[in-house]
């Protein structure tokens, strides 16, 4: 794996919130899918972390964004962890993962991965957690990665052009849209090697 992305660890996040400002929304849900490879190069999920998140002190809960996820911030049933707890979980395996496939740093696969890189760090650094396993900036996009492979940008619709099931009805949970996400991004990647688009011809991985 970090022969094929340069010393990162791909990993698949997906986050639920309560508004579309990074700073100011709530952080509602986080999940995270460990990527690995097998010996023949060929990816695909492995582990997959969730947690449900408090909202922090002062959050903003905006009304069309709970509705449009049909997450109840104070359901008793939600099992919430407060930012700096819930983050400390789903970090720790990562870290763990980056360390024993040889890589150096986490990089964020995301669909529309930008929205998902901003309330992570968000959250991270009002957590005032130092060690966030993930590259400060660099992503990979499944929006643009799929546009390329499969001609749309829409997760549901370019799952179901590469042929992987995807049920809108448990859409807008951040674990089933992060599998999903991965599912695809192995797709894409898994697709360019059986073309033959990495390694290039004669080029030796080391």
């Not at 508004?19 to 492995?46: K, Y």
């Amino acid at each position: 794996m970090a022969g094929r992305f340069r010393g990162f660890l791909p990993v698949v996040v997906d986050v639920e919130t309560a508004g579309f400002n990074a700073r100011t929304d709530a952080l509602l849900e986080v999940a995270a899918v460990i990527l690995e490879m097998d010996e023949e190069g060929w990816i695909q999920p492995s582990d997959t972390i969730e947690r449900a998140i408090h909202p922090f002190d002062g959050a903003n809960l905006e009304q069309a964004a709970l509705d449009f996820t049909g997450i109840d911030p104070w359901h008793p049933e939600r099992n919430a962890d407060h930012e700096r707890d819930a983050l400390t979980e789903i970090f720790s395996p990562i870290r763990k993962a980056v360390k024993s496939q040889g890589c150096k740093r986490a990089v964020l696969v995301g669909h529309n991965a930008t929205f998902d890189h901003n309330f992570l760090f968000a959250a991270a650094e009002r957590a005032d957690i130092k060690r966030n396993p993930f590259h400060p900036f660099s992503t990979f996009d499944t929006a643009s990665l799929a546009g390329l492979a499969y001609g749309h940008t829409v997760l549901a619709k370019a799952c179901e052009i590469a042929g992987i099931d995807f049920s809108n009805r448990e859409a807008h949970s951040a674990a089933y849209d992060a599998e999903k996400t991965a599912e695809l991004f192995c797709s894409i990647v898994n697709r360019w090697k059986e073309l033959g688009g990495f390694p290039p011809k004669g080029f030796e991985l080391g």
